[in-house]
């Protein structure tokens, strides 16, 4: 059975770090992504990468986030930097197992058909 589950969340003070793994299980999967929700706002896509290691990345992280993945062990990661109260969200780990090959359909949620459970992030000011 497919599984994502998210770790590495936590409190952390504005400009601090954290770093977020997603272990994949059950299959491979060409694209991962990671999505934020923050409360009382709409999921927003933050960061993908592909089965060639290409990443996407929303306005929001660029230069701040950085997505990795290792194929071996079905990991992907997300290394936030500079992190603002604005980044306070819960943190979810998307994964396909389909290759996407327009740049658009990283940045949708229906892409992803496999979703783990969240971890939250909280960046106090």
């Known amino acids: 059975q497919e599984q994502l589950v998210e770790s590495g969340g936590g409190l952390v003070q504005a400009g601090g770090s954290l770093r977020l793994s997603c272990g994949a299980s059950?299959?491979?999967?060409?694209?991962m992504g990671w999505f934020r929700q923050a409360p009382g706002k709409e999921s927003e896509f933050v960061a993908a990468?592909?089965?060639?290691?290409?990443?996407y990345y929303a306005d929001s992280v660029k230069g701040r986030f950085a997505i990795s993945r290792d194929n071996a062990m079905n990991t992907v990661y997300l290394q936030m930097n500079s992190l603002t109260p604005e980044d306070t969200a819960v943190y979810y780990c998307?994964?396909?197992?389909?290759?996407?090959?327009?740049?658009?359909?990283?940045?949708?949620?229906?892409?992803?058909?496999?979703w783990g459970p969240g971890t939250q992030v909280t960046v106090s000011s």
């Open positions: 059950g299959r491979t999967f060409s694209t």
């Open positions: 990468i592909n089965w060639s290691g290409n990443t």
């Open positions: 998307a994964a396909d197992p389909a290759r996407q090959y327009y740049t658009d359909y990283y940045f949708r949620r229906e892409t992803y058909n496999y």
